[in-house]
Every structure is written in structure tokens, then in C-alpha cells.
């Protein structure tokens, strides 16, 4: 398998969340390459230890870069935690989504009072207050791991979403915040159910600054789909996103 993906982009995240920053970058670069690779079999990321976090992801990223990825991109909240020090030892660009996603937010918010609503292990890791600090901003976090399996299980529009997510967002009435950070890749599939919480606040999704090298010249690149859990499962979640076909991979 040396070599397997030589000339793709990795674009990683636990699930399907991920599926909502590759289709940002099929959309601004179509012409690259792109292989998606949905960690199911460990998933969620968000309530596991930090170590097992790390360990993980760096599992994940030595066999991306080990079959020829030409670059990285962590399209999860809870991956990027450990970017900084994922990068140190990677061979290729890497790629998080945190800082530009906290560059974005610093242009948005006017009075630099934001909600963030992420999974428990980013909320814990406190990395999106801190970040967002440097630019006089204030976050209340909401932790929201529990929006994870609804996304995964496809059973967003159903009575027990609706119950999780009044449970997880009792409280945000009571925050003080003109912009929302969905800081979870999988939260804007739930996006038309969190809204009417957020009144109205301007709601950001997560950005990555992925650029490529080569210029647009209208060609449009492949795009190749992998899960290491249940591919028939991971199919039928990424409903949300047409027609998807996920090869089982193991890692």
C-alpha cells in the first residue's frame, strides 16, 4: 500500500463532521485531489482522554503521510487541539482548523463577547478561549459531545436531537454573545435546529487555511472516501451529503 495516496489531500476527521470542510475546499479548489478518511471505528473523539485523543490522531496522520498524502488537514475541532505538536514531527503541510477558524471569528464579533459550542474534550482543553483572548474576546463554552452520535446515528430530525440539544443549551439564554462558533465540524448539520437558540448572533462554522499551490485551470481533481469503521454506515450517515461511497480502511 506504499505510496497509496500519493497526490491526494488527507482531510481527517473522526466521522462524517469532517464532510463539511471538504466540501469548503471542493468548492474553493476543485481541482486538487482529496481523500477523506472518517476515523468511525474510534469515534466520538470528544469524550476520550487527551492521550488517547493524541495517540490517535497521530496514529491517523503517520499512515496519511506514510502512504503519500501531500498534505493534512485536520478537519475536526478536536484534532486540531493537538496540532501545534502534531506538526513538529509531520513530514507534510498540516492543516487545523482552531486558529482560522479564531481568525474568523475575531473579524466577525463587534462586541467581542462570543458562545462557543464544541465537544467536551475541546471545551476542557480551554484552547478556543485562550486563542480567542489574544484578541480581547470573551467566550462562554458550552460543552456538546452528545450532538456527535445524533449526527453519526443520522437522526437529526427526530424528537430525541430536539431533547439533547435542549439539555445541552439550557443555559446559553443566560450568555452575553454576539457571535456563535460552531466549533464541532459535525454541528452544522444541526445548524437549523440550533439557531432559534442563538437569536441574532452571527453563526460561524469552522475554516481551515488550506491553499494549494497550483492555480485553478478548470479541471476538477478526485475525490476518494474511507472509513475505519462500517462503510455501509458511514454511507447511509453522509446522507447529508449526496451520494458518498466509503471504502473500509484499516488503521
Known sequence: MSKLFGGYVAVLDSGVGGLTVLRQLQNDFPQCNYLYLADNAYCPYGTKTPKQIYDRVCKAVNFLE????????????????????????????LYDVILPTCRLVA????????????????????????????YGIQTASFPCSDFVPVVEAGAVDTFDCDKIIKTALKDIGNADFDTVVLGCTHFPL????????????????????FC????????????VYFTTGDSKTTKITSKYFSEVTFEHIDI
Open 212 to 223: 494549494p499551490d497550483i492555480v485553478a485551470d478548470g479541471a476538477v481533481g478526485a475525490s
Open 66 to 93: 506514510g502512504n503519500g498524502a501531500e498534505a493534512i488537514v485536520l478537519a475536526c475541532n478536536t484534532a486540531s487541539i493537538f496540532a501545534e505538536e502534531i506538526r513538529c514531527g509531520c513530514g507534510v503541510p
Open 190 to 209: 444541526l445548524r437549523h435546529k440550533l439557531t432559534p437558540y442563538f437569536g441574532q448572533a452571527k453563526v460561524l462554522e469552522c475554516v481551515t487555511d
Open 107 to 134: 473579524k466577525t464579533t463587534v462586541t467581542k463577547k462570543v458562545a462557543l459550542l464544541a465537544t467536551n474534550a475541546t471545551v476542557q482543553s480551554n484552547v478556543y478561549a485562550k486563542q480567542l483572548a489574544l
